[in-house]
């Protein structure tokens, strides 16, 4: 594959780009499967991240052939000669705008609130998507980025098929278009990831509120690169696991990820999660906890007490990285991975802070509960009725009095609801940076004490 996720072929795609730094550009993410990319490439370049909604406007008898598209500001583009052929009236091409624009102004507000749209007067528009089939939307977006006075119009994507990449090329209304992957042997975008599950709003809301400053200005938009934000291979005893670290500037703590049944470390709702907890200052660990060769094995995805064994290994791995070995460390688990974060904090020697079950089986580690004495907070969907049952007998036998359940009203399982994820994210944050500044007080307290200890030794 070859792109793992969105966000490794933003990394890729922002180092074509990076001769366009100084441009003064604005990059602009088309929802949603592009905005994960679009936010690599903002990052790395230091530009403001947009979102650019556009709708196609379909032929009333035909709705999957555009003959124009529509744009935030009132832009409007028709192609006019297929209007004329087709012989839509202006009743028809009215009515299909208004439904069109009903909904793009939806969208607009849903993935920007009231914050006005970046301007492109005179400057560089990037437009970024996770990849172009007919290129049809993309072809819209760059229309409508010029439309709004863009100088130069650059659309950005990691994978097309050869001939839209050559009609792209073709239009007028793009000056250039980088593609990182043109491949023949084209079927869809997502053949090209290892991972290609949808974006969900959440996240594309969360990935804005990330680079959105509270003040009035968007051109400072861009967030601090981290010192650390990379694949890399985890040695958990005989086996090697792949793994994504992220580690912030002057980070406080840093939180390993157990994936539920079914996912991997490229979990959109865990990235979710990990990109919050970056932007508070946490470092991150995902990592796949069973190899290729094992998922196939159903047996060992719900072996809590081999998903613990990994996890405490990972520990010992991320335990010996210099940038976070001497940092509080937590757990978050979802699912099955939850029933293993509990298994293995419970473990003697494992020395966690903090732990967050989302959407967690704790059923499964029952017998290790009575010796979680880690700070623990159980997060539950409120229409999730079995899962919420068996995480109220569980939080009774959790042996530390620090344990709180946290229901999200109105959620399910996979906390799949408008604003569901975000509460998940911020209860997490707010858990962890709670209980890893009262970690590091206490170490800076007992530190103290004993230098002071030292010097009273030493007088006469």
Known sequence: MPFSDRSDAGRRLAKRLERFRHEDPVVLGLPRGGVPVAFEVARALGAPLDVI?????????????????????????????????????????????????????????????????ESLAGRTAIVVDDGVATGSTARAACQVARAQGAGRVVLAVPVGPPDTIAELEASEDIDEVVC??????????????????????????????????????????????????????????????????????????????????GSSRHSPRNRYVAGVLNEAGLATLLFDLLTPEEECDRTNVFDIHLLAHRLREVTSWLRSQPEVAALPLGYFGASTGAAAALAAAAQPGVDVA?????????????????????????????????????????????????????????????????????????????????HFASRLHHAGRTTAASSQGHRAGKEP
């Not at 601090?224 to 500037?249: F, K, N, S």
């Open 53 to 117: 909604v556009v709708r196609k406007l379909g032929l009333p008898f035909q709705p999957e052939l555009a003959m124009g598209a529509i744009g935030e500001g009132g832009v409007l583009i028709l192609e006019r000669d297929l209007v004329r052929r087709a012989r839509i009236s202006e009743q028809e091409l009215a009515a299909v705008e208004a439904r069109e624009r009903a909904e793009l102004e939806r969208r607009a507000r849903r993935f920007r609130g009231d914050r006005a749209p």
């Open 354 to 434: 903090a732990v967050v079950s989302r959407g967690g089986r704790p059923d499964l580690a029952e017998r290790y509960l009575p010796d979680v004495v880690a700070p623990t907070l159980l997060i539950v969907g409120g229409r999730d009725d079995m899962v919420l049952a068996l995480n109220r007998q569980a939080q009774a036998r959790l042996a530390t009095p620090d344990n709180r359940l946290a229901v999200v009203a109105g959620a399910t399982h996979l906390f799949e609801e408008p604003g569901a994820l975000a509460i998940v994210a911020n209860l997490a944050r707010g858990w962890f940076v709670d």
């Open 180 to 261: 990182l992957e043109v491949h023949g042997f084209f079927r869809a975008v997502g053949q090209f990831y290892a991972d290609f599950d949808q974006t969900p709003d959440e996240e594309v809301l969360g990935i804005l509120a990330r680079v959105t400053p509270a003040g009035p200005s968007p051109r400072s938009a861009a967030v601090d690169p981290p010192v650390l934000d990379e694949e890399v291979e985890v040695t958990a005893g005989p086996v090697r696991l792949a793994g994504h670290l992220t580690v912030p500037e002057q980070a406080v703590g840093a939180v390993v990820f157990a994936h539920g049944s």
